[in-house]
T-cell receptor, first 115, second 108 residues
Framework: SAVISQKPSRDICQRGTSLTIQCQVD?????MFWYRQQPGQSLTLIAT?????????ESGFVIDKFPISRPNLTFSTLTVSNMSPEDSSIYLC????????????FGQGTRLTVV | DAKTTQPPSMDCAEGRAANLPCNHS???????VYWYRQIHSQGPQYIIH???NNETNEMASLIITEDRKSSTLILPHATLRDTAVYYC?????????FGTGTSLTVIP
C-alpha cells in the first residue's frame, strides 16, 4: 500500500480567496490524481498530474480554477482558486501503485468549506 | 465516465453474506472490474479487482459472469464495520472513474 498525506485536513475559507492543498506520498509514483467529492456525492476526477508535464484536466475542470503542480515523483499540490461556496467539497489525492499501476490508493482528503 | 450501474442502497444482517451487484454491460475485453469502498469521512479503500476469473482475498470475493456484463461483490460475513458506500468501477484507462455506488448498511 501507499501512505498518502494530505494537508490541510480541513479548512474554512472566505469566498474569493485561494487554498493550496498538498499531497505527499511515501514513495515515488508516476501517476497522481486529484478528485472532488461534493457533499453526499460520489468522487469526480479533476485531473491527472504527471511529473514533468502539465496536468490533464477532465471535462468541466480548467487550469485557471484548479492549477496543479507536480514538482517531483512524491509530491503534488492542487489550488482551488477564487473560491465560492459551490467549491465546498472534500478534495482527495490518489496515486497508482503495483504491477502495471493496478491499484489506486487515496489520501484521507481535505474538507473545504467556503463561507 | 462511469460505465457501471449499482443499486443505490442495500441492507444486510450482521453475520450474513452481503452480495452487492454491479452491471457493466458495455465492458470491453481488456477492462478490469474494481471494487472500492468508502467509509464515512475516509478516503476510498481498495477491496478487490478482476478481469475474467472469480477472485478472492481476505476481504471479499468477486464473481464475474461468463459474459462479463455483470459482477457481484461478496462480503462473506458482514460486520457493522462494513457499513460503507461500495463502488464498482470499470477501469478503461489509467484513471478510475467512480459511479454513484451502493450504500450498504449492516444491521445488528
Amino acid at each position: 500500500s501507499a501512505v498518502i498525506s494530505q494537508k490541510p485536513s480541513r479548512d474554512i475559507c472566505q469566498r474569493g480567496t485561494s487554498l493550496t492543498i498538498q499531497c505527499q506520498v511515501d514513495s515515488q509514483v508516476t501517476m497522481m490524481f486529484w478528485y472532488r467529492q461534493q457533499p453526499g456525492q460520489s468522487l469526480t476526477l479533476i485531473a491527472t498530474a504527471n511529473q514533468g508535464s502539465e496536468a490533464t484536466y477532465e471535462s468541466g475542470f480548467v487550469i485557471d480554477k484548479f492549477p496543479i503542480s507536480r514538482p517531483n515523483l512524491t509530491f503534488s499540490t492542487l489550488t482551488v482558486s477564487n473560491m465560492s461556496p459551490e467549491d465546498s467539497s472534500i478534495y482527495l489525492c490518489s496515486v497508482c501503485r503495483g504491477f502495471m499501476n493496478t491499484e489506486a490508493f487515496f489520501g484521507q482528503g481535505t474538507r473545504l468549506t467556503v463561507v | 465516465d462511469a460505465k457501471t450501474t449499482q443499486p443505490p442502497s442495500m441492507d444486510c444482517a450482521e453475520g450474513r453474506a452481503a452480495n452487492l451487484p454491479c452491471n457493466h454491460s458495455t465492458i470491453s475485453g481488456n477492462e478490469y472490474v474494481y471494487w472500492y469502498r468508502q467509509i464515512h469521512s475516509q478516503g476510498p479503500q481498495y477491496i478487490i479487482h478482476g478481469l475474467k476469473n472469480n477472485e478472492t482475498n481476505e476481504m471479499a470475493s468477486l464473481i464475474i459472469t461468463e459474459d462479463r456484463k455483470s459482477s457481484t461483490l461478496i462480503l462473506p460475513h458482514a460486520t457493522l464495520r462494513d457499513t460503507a458506500v461500495y463502488y464498482c468501477i470499470v477501469r478503461t484507462t489509467d484513471q478510475f472513474y467512480f459511479g454513484t455506488g451502493t450504500s450498504l448498511t449492516v444491521i445488528p
